[in-house]
């Protein structure tokens, strides 16, 4: 098929852009009706949402929009931050120091999971789950939290190619209620894989987790990583490239939880997902598919932006495999 994410490089065919806008349509149509999961509800703010949100965006590396939905929502990112730390973190650090400090093996376990940290040789697993992340954030140079965030704050957003700014109400309350993430940190510590004090990562770390982006910046932050780091839009090169394939590995094994070999198998395609309801998935060298709608699974991933995004990647034939 010649549809825009699925076309060949160099293709001299131009792209279907009328198809992949319909395919988009016919998702969105598709599982708008579908009501299983609900809104994560362990961040009371969370709670809040309407949970019939539902948003669907594709950015393509040269920077072209398409967007079905509810795309002008502002969520908070939750894990999704994840992924971008971990790219600041590997610039600053090499791709060596991920697997020496941080690993990169899928836990099988709930994103949360203390069993994890206690049966995983790095205990930290991966830099997708909290344990990983939280250790991942606390690598982060610089001279003070405030200055740690203010960079956090201004990577995240040159990934969107748009100023992005942090949910206070879901910082607040989930800052209120992180009593698992704080456990994880000090446990962290106790096996030496804590690089900071635990407690400003944890912070910083629930900052970064609380950013608020909507579905369109979403996609564009995906977009960045299909064009091997550089934002469509702007054209600033914010990811190093020969970085760019091994966050993507990461994702594809570890971006869905306990989930991603089944996600995987069924797209093949690179995602974060994030409580909040968003989800982005990866097509390198071509774009991202971002969705977002609040009713989450058992695993934390939000039902209708991961049904949307399985069923846009078969339609296109997408899978990276
Ligand atoms: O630490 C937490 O629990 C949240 N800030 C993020 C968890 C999350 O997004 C897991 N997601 N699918």
């Given at each position: ?11 001299p ?14 998702a ?11 809104p994560?509800?362990y961040?009371?703010?969370?709670a809040?949402v309407?949970?019939?949100?539902f ?10 929009v398409f ?5 002008n929502?502002?969520?908070?990112i939750?894990s999704i931050?994840k ?5 600041m ?11 020496d400090?941080?690993?990169a ?9 203390v069993?994890?940290i206690?049966?995983?040789?790095t ?24 200055e ?5 704050l ?13 949910l206070n109400?879901?910082?607040?309350s989930e ?14 510590q ?18 970064q ?25 702007t054209?600033?090169?914010v ?10 590995s990461i994702?594809?094994?570890c971006g869905?939880y306990?989930?991603s ?5 069924i ?8 409580v909040?309801?968003g ?5 390198p060298?071509k774009?991202?598919i ?5 009713r ?11 049904k949307a995004?399985?069923?846009i990647s078969?339609q296109?034939?997408?899978?990276i495999?």
């Open positions: 098929s010649n549809t825009v994410l699925a076309q060949k490089a160099k293709s065919v131009a792209p279907d852009y009328e198809r992949l806008e319909q395919i988009l349509k016919d969105h149509q598709k599982f708008a009706a579908d009501k299983s999961g609900s994560a509800d961040i009371p703010e969370l809040k309407d949970p019939e949100l948003g669907i965006c594709v950015v393509t590396v040269d920077g072209k967007s079905v939905g509810d795309v929502h502002t969520f908070s939750q931050s992924v971008y730390t971990l790219a973190i590997m610039d600053q650090m090499g791709q060596q120091a991920i697997l400090k941080l690993g093996e899928p836990t099988g376990l709930p994103f949360n999971s069993t994890a206690e049966q995983q040789p205990r930290v697993g991966n830099p997708l789950v909290n344990a990983g992340a939280i250790a991942t954030t606390s690598l982060l140079d610089g001279e003070s939290e405030k740690k965030w203010e960079e956090i201004a990577f995240y957003s040159a990934c969107a190619g748009n100023e992005l700014t942090i109400d879901v910082y607040e800052a209120a209620t992180n009593g698992r993430n704080q456990a994880i940190a000090r446990l962290l106790a096996y030496g894989v804590m690089y900071n004090d635990p407690e400003e990562a944890v912070d910083l770390y629930t900052k987790c609380s950013v608020g982006a909507n579905t369109e910046q979403l996609a564009a932050m995906g977009a960045t990583l299909a064009a091997d780091g550089t934002n469509p839009f054209g600033e090169n990811i190093s490239p020969d970085n760019v394939p091994h966050i993507l994702m594809l094994s869905m306990d989930y070999g089944t996600w995987s198998y797209t093949g395609l690179p995602a974060k997902s994030g909040g309801g989800i982005v998935a990866i097509v060298g774009g991202a971002a969705a977002f709608s609040p989450v699974d058992a695993a934390g991933n939000s039902v209708r932006a991961q995004i399985a069923y078969k296109l034939q997408i899978n495999f």
